[in-house]
């Protein structure tokens, strides 16, 4: 299983990226579908998850600002930010948990929001 992440990139405070996160491989069903983010020199932390049937969860830091979505027919997930701020810079990490619970990590994406 192969988890490819992109839209990551630099952006000025307040702007807008849109992250998305593509399965491929033998995976024959996804359960949870997330995005985890590291800063340098500190832990990796979730961002948002969503379930197979659409249920979501989101850190405090990040509720208002940052939507998940996913589209099951295609084995994607996305992570749409608006109003980034300075503190949201970090690798950007997407994760699944297959139906039967194994865990897959994508390869990172640097967002970077500074003027």
């Known amino acids: 299983v192969q988890l490819q992440a992109s839209g990551g990139g630099l952006v000025q405070p307040g702007g807008s990226l849109k992250l998305s996160c593509v399965a491929s491989?033998?995976?024959?069903?996804?359960?949870?579908m997330g995005w985890y983010r590291q800063a340098p020199d500190k832990q990796r932390d979730v961002v948002a998850v969503?379930?197979?049937?659409?249920?979501?969860y989101y850190a405090d830091s990040v509720k208002g600002r940052f939507t998940i979505s996913r589209d099951n027919a295609q084995n994607t997930a996305y992570l749409q930010m608006n109003s980034l701020k300075p503190e949201d810079t970090a690798v950007y990490y997407c994760n699944i948990v297959s139906a039967i619970g194994s865990h897959y990590w994508g390869q990172g994406t640097l967002v970077t929001v500074s003027s």
């Open positions: 969503i379930s197979s049937g659409g249920s979501t």
């Open positions: 491989g033998s995976i024959s069903s996804i359960n949870v």
